[in-house]
């Protein structure tokens, strides 16, 4: 089983949607920690080929979360959380 780490940004956007997205996420990182690699996922290409984005729906809008997987250290980092639009421009300004 994973250990499962937020990012700050990360926190940020559950504290804002609320409690039923908390749940939400709380469900889905359940997932995770058992398998990193569920089927609603994939492996990011090119310069982001080291995270893995999991898609979900919440409230009738897709969301995305941005995740690394560390295997040695049974650790995932929660790098973004956030709605489809504009997501992975998002994501590589802030890995940048």
Same mark, same amino acid.
């Given at each position: 089983?994973?250990?499962?780490?937020?990012?700050?940004?990360? =926190?940020? =956007?559950?504290?804002?949607?609320?409690?039923?997205?908390?749940?939400?996420? $709380?469900?889905?990182?359940?997932?995770?920690?058992? $398998?990193? $690699?569920?089927?609603?996922?994939?492996?990011?290409?090119?310069?982001?080929?080291?995270?893995?984005?999991?898609?979900?729906?919440?409230?009738?809008?897709?969301?995305?979360?941005?995740? =690394?997987?560390?295997?040695?250290?049974?650790?995932?980092?929660?790098?973004?959380?956030?709605?489809?639009? $504009?997501?992975?421009?998002?994501?590589?300004?802030?890995?940048?």
């Amino acid at each position: 089983m994973y250990k499962i780490y937020l990012g700050k940004q990360a =926190v940020k =956007v559950i504290k804002r949607r609320g409690e039923k997205f908390k749940k939400k996420i $709380n469900n889905i990182l359940q997932l995770v920690t058992k $398998n990193p $690699n569920p089927a609603q996922s994939e492996r990011l290409s090119g310069e982001l080929s080291f995270i893995h984005s999991l898609h979900f729906n919440f409230a009738g809008t897709m969301f995305r979360l941005a995740y =690394v997987v560390d295997e040695k250290a049974k650790r995932i980092t929660i790098v973004l959380i956030g709605p489809r639009e $504009n997501f992975y421009s998002i994501l590589r300004q802030k890995l940048v």
